[in-house]
């Protein structure tokens, strides 16, 4: 089959066939597609949409492009505790940092394969290269091994794992195809099934840091991620949760490192990133077989941070991939911190107008940390994991404090992230809920 008529079908509002779509795939794995042809269907996707076939034949045929890591030897159970989540993208979102070594914690083994920085969003990938020596993209080998032994690993796609998504990650990450349902769902529950899964639980965002920005959008991006996700038999659930401000009180990628330290030895811990992170933590021990029901599970993940033990699952993860052995202790020392330095303040009328109810249009702060050099405007682009946004004012600000601190390598490159964070300031309503909906 030629691209180009592939292409032609879905520009044309036609319907794929499963041939048409694994042929496309493979051409995509092994080079035959060219990059242009990639982002063209990307962009037809998009424009067109797939229905739910379409998109399971995608999800599958990404997933078989490589290798699926098979657990079996972890144990006798048939229904073993390998359970992970998947964010679709916000700003300040370090949940994953905390999420996977507390849930280790409590017995659950975490393969979790996160993403680099997509469209105005950060990546989980990208704040773990900020840790010197951490390998981000290990072979599989060592991938199972720190599973085995630690209960957890972070890391990116393999070169084994579902290297056509890889492929087609990047591609739309700069041609405005990022929206598009069916490619997020493939993209997502590809590497999902890869990593041999029993149980997932997505943290669908919402607002106006989400690409989702309405509660029906999300709505809809759930219900195909939990259809597909099942239908393919991975035991999956949704939560729906609030981005219209930025979810860690730190927005960057070494910033959010440090911001998750803080978190998991108590030492700094935002409110409503920790019951975003605790409930979807309850999740995935339900769904492993851990907890017997989600209130169970919400005081398991309790006690693991409370304990330490989740801080200690962080610290023996970081090790077991190249990072330093203390960092939990140091990582003052470890994290970079560029050499430009601003404390970002409200206007005056901006004080008297968001008093008491301060936000953002979320989506300007994620810009923000792009303007600073530490996100992507072309595939492959370096990034500057040192750069960020520190002490973010929360929704009830008192009209005095600080909006940020802003940490830059250079000082044009401060005054436009600055200018775009003082442009994003809006009054703001009573906080909505942290969780807003369960699905599945």
Not at 342 to 362: I, M, P, W, Y
Request: net charge negative.
């Amino acid at each position: 089959m030629l691209p180009q008529e592939i292409i032609r079908t879905k520009r044309d509002g036609g319907r794929l066939s499963d041939a048409e779509i694994d042929e496309f795939i493979s051409g995509v794995t092994d080079g035959r597609v060219t990059e242009g042809q990639v982002a063209a269907f990307a962009m037809a996707v998009l424009l067109n949409g797939m229905d739910r076939d379409e998109t399971v034949a995608l999800t599958l045929a990404m997933r078989d492009s490589g290798d699926v890591l098979d657990w079996s030897d972890l144990g006798q159970a048939t229904d073993l505790p390998i359970v992970d989540k998947h964010s679709t993208g916000g700003v300040g979102d370090n949940v994953s940092l905390m999420l996977a070594p507390a849930v280790a914690a409590c017995g659950g083994f975490v393969p979790m394969i996160s993403g680099r920085g997509l469209g105005h969003t950060g990546g989980t990938l990208d704040k773990f290269d900020a840790i010197p020596g951490y390998a981000t993209q290990p072979d599989n080998a060592l991938f199972e091994k720190v599973v085995r032994q630690v209960g957890c690993a972070i890391i990116g796609q393999t070169a084994d794992l579902a290297p056509a998504d890889k492929r087609m990650y990047s591609i739309r990450d700069v041609t405005a195809t990022v929206e598009s349902v069916p490619l997020i769902t493939g993209s997502i529950l590809s590497k999902k099934l890869a990593a041999g899964l029993k149980g997932l639980v997505l943290d669908v965002k919402v607002g106006s840091g989400a690409f989702a920005s309405t509660l029906e959008e999300a709505r809809q991006l759930a219900a195909s991620l939990v259809e597909v996700a099942n239908g393919a038999g991975l035991r999956t659930t949704a939560l729906l949760t609030d981005m219209d401000h930025p979810l860690a009180s730190s927005a960057g990628n070494a910033v959010e490192v440090a911001n998750a330290v803080g978190f998991l030895t108590g030492r700094h811990v935002d409110r409503r990133l920790k019951e975003i992170t605790v409930a979807l933590g309850a999740e995935m021990l339900v769904s492993g077989g851990l907890a017997n029901g989600l209130a169970e599970g919400s005081d398991r993940m309790e006690e693991a941070f409370s304990s330490g033990r989740a801080a200690e699952k962080f610290g023996r993860m970081v090790a077991a991939l190249g990072g330093p052995a203390d960092f939990m202790e140091r990582s003052d020392r470890y994290l970079e911190k560029p050499p430009v330095h601003r404390t970002v303040v409200a206007s005056a009328e901006q004080s008297r107008a968001c008093k008491g109810h301060l936000a953002f249009d979320t989506r300007q702060i994620g810009l923000a940390v792009i303007e600073l050099g530490g996100g992507r405007t072309r595939p492959g682009d370096e990034i500057d994991h040192a750069v960020g946004l520190t002490g973010i004012a929360r929704r009830d600000w008192d009209g005095e404090a600080p909006i940020c601190e802003l940490w830059a390598r250079d000082e044009a490159s401060a005054e436009r992230a600055e200018r775009r964070i003082l442009e994003a300031i809006r009054p703001g309503h009573e906080a909505p809920l942290a969780i807003l909906e369960r699905i599945g």
